[in-house]
């Protein structure tokens, strides 16, 4: 029987001692930031020299990057002519006859043309293998530029 009472005493001590590690390490271990990055032009400069700041790129969003696109006299104001700019420029490519009317023959020369390119029997009709013919061509993703050290594992393989 005192071995029973042993084991099951041993058992507790284990978890009250796990317990006190972890929520001592979880008090007394503040997060440190992380060290400064290791300045490229340290080992050149002189010790006690003050570094440079370095210049930063400045943050533009997505919506400022938009706005500059169509306010094209860079008054900060975007004017209806300037906003209806690529409208006309793209309503323009499809008016074929200039006529200043858009039929729609011309609205659909595009996709008229892909389907006289694909129906290569000259039937009126795809068949699969034509309609697949006519898929959009996605552009494959840019694969990132190596920046490996020279002498490094690129140049053995």
């Known amino acids: 029987m005192w ?15 796990g317990w006190s590690i972890y929520s001592g390490r979880a008090r007394t ?18 010790p006690g020299a003050v570094e440079a700041p370095v210049p930063e790129a400045s943050e533009r969003t997505r919506e400022e990057k938009r706005f500059d696109r169509y306010d094209k006299d860079r008054d900060s104001r975007i ?27 011309e609205w659909a020369a595009k996709t008229t043309a892909k389907f006289t390119t694909a ?12 309609f697949a013919t006519t898929a959009v ?17 690129a140049e053995e393989e």
């Open 119 to 130: 129906d290569r029997d000259k039937s009126g009709m795809m068949d699969r293998a034509e």
């Open 79 to 105: 004017t209806r002519e300037e906003y209806l700019a690529s409208r006309r420029k793209a309503f323009a490519k499809l008016d074929a006859d200039g006529d200043g009317r858009l039929s729609f023959e």
């Open 3 to 17: 071995r029973y009472l042993a084991g099951g005493l041993a058992a507790l001590l284990m978890v009250a001692a």
């Open 137 to 153: 061509k996605r552009k494959a993703k840019a694969k990132p530029k190596c920046v490996c050290p020279a002498g490094g594992a």
């Open 29 to 46: 271990d503040p997060m440190l930031p992380p060290p400064p990055p290791p300045s490229a032009m340290s080992s050149v400069q002189e």
